[in-house]
Each structure stands twice: as C-alpha cells, then as structure tokens.
C-alpha cells in the first residue's frame, strides 16, 4: 500500500509536465507571501499559518511556517520544478515528497512519503481575480479523510 503514493506520482507526472495549458498561456504567479485568514478558513486546525512562495523560472520555492494552537512554530520548505517531478519535501523535520505542476491556472502540489501515520495529500492553490487572496484546497487522498479549504490574503510587500 505505501507504493501507491509513488505509483500515482509516477504515473501522473508525464501528464502534469505539460503544466497542462495551451501554448500561449502563461502559469500565474503565486509569488509573495500569504497569511492565513482564520475568519474565511473554518475549521482551520492552526493558529497562525504564513506561506512564502517563489517562482524563479518555473522553480516553486515555498516555505511554511505554521504555529499550533500551543505556540510552537513548525517551518516546512521544498524547492521543486513545476513539471510534476518529485522532490524532496522537508515538513518540520519529518521528510516526505512533492511533485508539483499548473493545472490551467492553479498550482497542485501532491505531498507522498512522509512518515508511516502521515497521509498522501493534494492542494490545489488557486488565486483570486484580483491575486489579493488564495484558495488552497487540501485533499486526503490516502487514508482517505475530510478535504479542507483555506483562504490566505497576500501580505503587502
């Protein structure tokens, strides 16, 4: 069962690299960074949650420093190419894997490997009309759970 993750990203990377969108769009930027807004994001099991993403060139940087409810900060951070590769994902210490792709105008990251009670994770990030606000959609994939939506507003730079 623990080679599913590694088969579904195998099997979904050709797909993806195509970033799957036409020849001339463009991927949209995420680039900034973005805090959680606990009052669009019920549910939210996280205190306080600020993602810094960078494209450079079709490379996402993106760090995640959540802060629990008991004040402990965890960072978690990965540098990967958005052509649905997988790479190494460190999150607070615990190491897992992303690949990472454009599906028309959102950004997928599919979060495998990561410890033996940890789950296969997809988030879609979809940004605004406006690019003030992000939608990312966390979807369990395996062991199949609930999926979470949360809304982050773009700090001023």
Do not use: Y
Request: charged share 25%.
């Amino acid at each position: 069962m623990r080679c599913f993750p590694m088969v579904l990203a195998l099997l979904a990377a050709p797909v993806f690299s195509s970033h799957l969108l036409a020849a001339d769009d463009q991927p949209p930027d995420f680039t900034g960074t973005w805090q959680l807004d606990t009052a669009k994001s019920p549910g939210a099991d996280l205190q306080a949650v600020t993602l810094t993403i960078a494209d450079d060139s079709g490379k996402i940087n993106f760090t995640r420093v959540a802060r629990e409810r008991d004040g402990k900060e965890i960072t978690s951070r990965f540098t990967c190419e958005a052509t649905g590769a997988t790479c190494g994902f460190d999150e607070g210490g615990h190491k897992a894997k992303v690949s990472v792709w454009f599906n028309g105008s959102s950004l997928v990251v599919l979060k495998t490997d990561g410890p033996k009670e940890d789950s296969v994770t997809q988030w879609k990030l979809q940004l605004s009309p406006d690019k003030a606000t992000m939608k990312v959609e966390f979807s369990h994939i395996e062991p199949s759970e609930k999926s979470e939506s949360l809304v982050f507003d773009k700090k001023a730079s």
